[in-house]
């Protein structure tokens, strides 16, 4: 493995006589590192000697790999390959998982790389560190993925796949399952051209048959790299969805809403917003009663408070014949508008506001007040300052009506926002300000003028 660096190596020491010291791709010298390379190339009398020196080396790499500065990491990863012979055992058994994940970033990054260099690199490793076989083969699958190598990645897959060592152990078998379900994720990507190829044909047609029983094979392999992995407590997001895809294609509606639901309820898999919006889309294209709709997105909601989706959970409480549905469409609104990434969302805004009103209007001035109550500390900050107000202004009036009748609303005609708006020279403002002002004054949940 010494020649790692040999074609991404500057000059060093080895290469210049007049040097006494290893020279970093930066130009430091580092005369002592040296010397303790050579006591260890040279079998030295003093083992502290090579311990040092691997440790350094180690440093000086994951400092160069901070900075990205990938000559120097390759200058120093050619040293650092001594670890194969520390008389340590726990350090020659850690080495080759050490040594792969950091010359496998220093070959993706270095600008002298190359596809080539990186497949030795790879096939040197995984017969090297046998115990890590199995993650080297599909990290290399990954990189030849990244560059759009896909037989290459799928031969690799397919020499992993067969691969044992000793007795199967369950994170051997984790990791055949999951070599296996990206072996699936490329027979999906052929099915899925064949899919568009099959959408521009007759199906009268000698080739739409053709296609149509050629999609059929890569669906099967699909199915069958796929079905054991996600039986496995996880985060398989790539996986669940093109699955369920191939299912719903074919019609088998159950077994994708079983996938769905197991994914998203089964309590062995960890939490995962993903699950329940994928559980939710697919019951919104089963035209779902409205109930169901709301029972996963409810979950999403304690999980997620902020996910895009709220506004349309929102919605669907709104037109429920049910009151505490009606509530919690005022609290998802709060909730919403409670995360700085939501702060300029006018569709809330707008939402909030109309909702207000609704709410107020149907007597329920107990839910604003129980929502705002736990809000009003921070929100008149974070939301309704005299710098928001002439900010939303000058870059969003629309944005800005929303906001001032909520304000209004909430605070009443003294808080600062309201003030500043009200202030504004603008026709639309005026006739708009006027119903605002009714509006304000009849359901504003304060004194005015507080």
């Not at 350094?56 to 900075?67: D, N, R, V």
Request: proline residues 3%; positive net charge.
């Amino acid at each position: 493995m010494s020649d790692f660096s040999e074609d991404l190596r500057g000059p060093t020491a080895e290469d210049d006589p007049g040097a006494r010291g290893v020279r970093s791709g930066s130009g430091m010298c580092f005369p002592w590192l040296q010397k303790h390379i050579e006591g260890v190339v040279t079998r030295g009398k003093k083992e502290k000697h090579f311990a040092q020196t691997t440790s350094a080396c180690l440093s000086f790499i994951q400092e160069a790999l901070l900075k990205h500065q990938w000559q120097r990491a390759a200058e120093f990863m050619h040293s650092y390959f001594q670890i194969l012979e520390d008389s340590d055992s726990n350090k020659r058994q850690a080495a080759p998982e050490i040594i792969w994940k950091l010359g496998s970033e220093i070959l993706f990054y270095h600008p002298k790389s190359s596809v080539e260099t990186f497949n030795t690199f790879a096939d040197r490793m995984k017969n090297i560190g046998v115990m890590n076989y199995l993650t080297i083969s599909l990290q290399h699958a990954l990189y030849l993925l990244h560059h759009g190598m896909l037989d290459d990645a799928n031969r690799n897959l397919s020499q992993a796949e067969t691969w044992r060592y000793g007795e199967k152990s369950s994170s051997q078998e984790v990791l055949i399952n999951l070599i296996q379900a990206y072996k699936g994720l490329l027979q999906y990507y052929t099915w899925s051209k064949k899919k568009m190829e099959l959408s521009k044909l007759d199906e009268d047609d000698y080739a739409y048959n053709t296609a149509s029983q050629s999609m059929r094979s890569h669906s099967w392999k699909t199915s069958i790299n796929f079905s054991a992995l996600i039986q496995v407590p996880g985060v398989w997001d790539p996986f669940v969805k093109s699955y369920v895809e191939v299912l719903e294609f074919y019609g088998d509606q159950d077994g994708a809403r079983e996938v769905l639901t197991n994914y998203a309820y089964d309590e062995k898999f960890p939490s995962n917003p993903n699950a329940h919006v994928y559980l939710y889309h697919f019951l919104k294209r089963e035209k779902a009663p409205r109930e169901k709709l709301i029972s996963v997105l409810k979950i999403l909601y304690q999980i997620v408070p902020s996910h895009k989706l709220m506004l349309e959970f929102h919605r669907l409480l709104r037109k429920s014949d049910k009151e505490e549905h009606h509530k919690l469409g005022l609290e998802v609104l709060f909730g919403i508008l409670d995360f700085s990434g939501c702060t300029k969302n006018i569709t809330a805004w707008q939402y909030l506001a109309k909702y207000l009103r609704q709410t107020l209007m149907g007597n329920h001035l107990a839910w604003v007040q129980e929502e705002w109550n736990s809000r009003k500390n921070w929100w008149p900050g974070f939301h309704f300052s005299y710098f928001w107000a002439k900010s939303d202004w000058k870059e969003d009036k629309a944005l800005a009506y929303e906001k001032v009748f909520v304000a209004g609303i909430l605070l009443g005609k003294g808080c600062r926002y309201f003030r500043y708006i009200s202030k504004q020279d603008h026709q639309a403002l005026r006739k708009k300000f006027k119903q605002i002002k009714k509006l304000v004054k009849k359901y504003s949940v304060v004194n005015p003028g507080l």
